[in-house]
């Protein structure tokens, strides 16, 4: 009767060990190795000078649309970039318009972000004024700005990733990104 007691007690046991409660595991992300925060002073032939990172090149507008003085600030290990195009102020309503124009950009991303916030840059010796929106969320595009001097210039910039828009994956360059971004505005002058 005891053996009876005991193979009952065994196969008991073999029998509810066996269920499998497996549940997928997320999907891991290599670790990034970001370099060292340094700067160097972009002085193009463009009517504006900035500092941006030595771990960063400098190259024409990549988007077709061929103007002066547009260019990208790219990052190759992080696969982004920093777009940038320029334009000279010839009139009050046009200076209006490419304000709205930034705008709008900015909040074309409403659809997939969680949360849009305007920040006010103003440096007032330097005659740089200008709004950064931060755009949190899985949006194409998480920070844009646009600078003036509210008279005769007039530059907008906007990160992308060549990644799909993953804020969860993103994050740690984004916050990496997000001081040079902060370094290209305070060092940002005209130089007319």
């Known amino acids: 009767m005891r ?4 193979i009952g007690f065994v196969l008991t046991v ?20 970001f370099p060292e925060k340094s700067y160097q002073s972009y002085q ?20 077709g649309v061929i103007k002066p003085c547009w260019i990208d600030v790219n990052y190759a290990l992080m696969n982004g970039k920093i777009h940038l195009s320029y334009q000279a102020i010839h009139s009050k309503k ?11 950009f900015a909040f074309k991303h409403t659809s997939k972000a969680t949360a849009i916030d305007e920040g006010s ?8 004024y200008g709004i950064l929106y931060s755009i949190d969320g899985n949006a194409a595009s998480s920070i844009q700005f646009f600078l003036t001097d509210s008279a005769r210039n007039y530059l907008r910039g906007a990160l992308y990733f060549k990644e799909r828009p993953r ?3 993103i994050q740690p360059v984004l916050d990496f990104i997000k001081k040079d971004i902060d ?5 940002f002058k005209w130089k007319r």
């Open 3 to 6: 053996t009876f007691y005991i």
């Open 14 to 33: 073999a029998m509810t060990s066996c269920t499998s409660d497996y549940s997928p595991k997320p999907r891991g992300y290599f670790r990034i190795h």
């Open 44 to 63: 193009g032939n463009c009517p504006y000078t900035f500092d941006y990172p030595t771990y960063a090149t400098i190259a024409p507008d990549s988007s």
């Open 94 to 104: 046009m200076f209006n318009e490419l304000v709205e124009d930034a705008r709008t």
């Open 121 to 128: 840059i103003s440096y007032p010796s330097k005659k740089v």
């Open 167 to 169: 804020l969860d994956s």
């Open 183 to 187: 370094v290209m505005i305070k060092t």
